[in-house]
């Protein structure tokens, strides 16, 4: 979840991306998660386990994980 997810989707428009957001009615369906997430060459998404649906990205496609503000450090003191 982004607080600010309307700049963010606004930004990613600007620099050209065609944006396509998951509703959670949608996550519930692997088979649909797939087939949106197979096309895309970049996928943006918070720190988490819904972050594991990058298996359905084809090859050569990005992940951006965002880390939330303080997250960073306490991860980076977990490893």
């Known amino acids: 979840m ?3 997810e309307d700049e963010v989707l606004t930004m990613m428009r600007a620099l050209g991306f065609t944006v396509v957001v998951a509703k959670r009615n ?3 369906h692997l088979d649909k998660v797939a087939e ?3 096309p895309c060459s970049v996928l943006v998404g918070a720190h ?3 972050l594991t649906n990058g298996v359905f990205l084809s ?3 990005v992940m951006v994980q965002v880390v939330g503000l303080g997250l960073g450090k306490l ?3 977990a490893s």
């Open 26 to 28: 949608t996550l519930a």
């Open 48 to 50: 988490g386990a819904g």
């Open 36 to 38: 949106m997430l197979n």
């Open 2 to 4: 982004f607080l600010n």
């Open 59 to 61: 090859e050569g496609a």
């Open 75 to 77: 991860l980076r003191s």
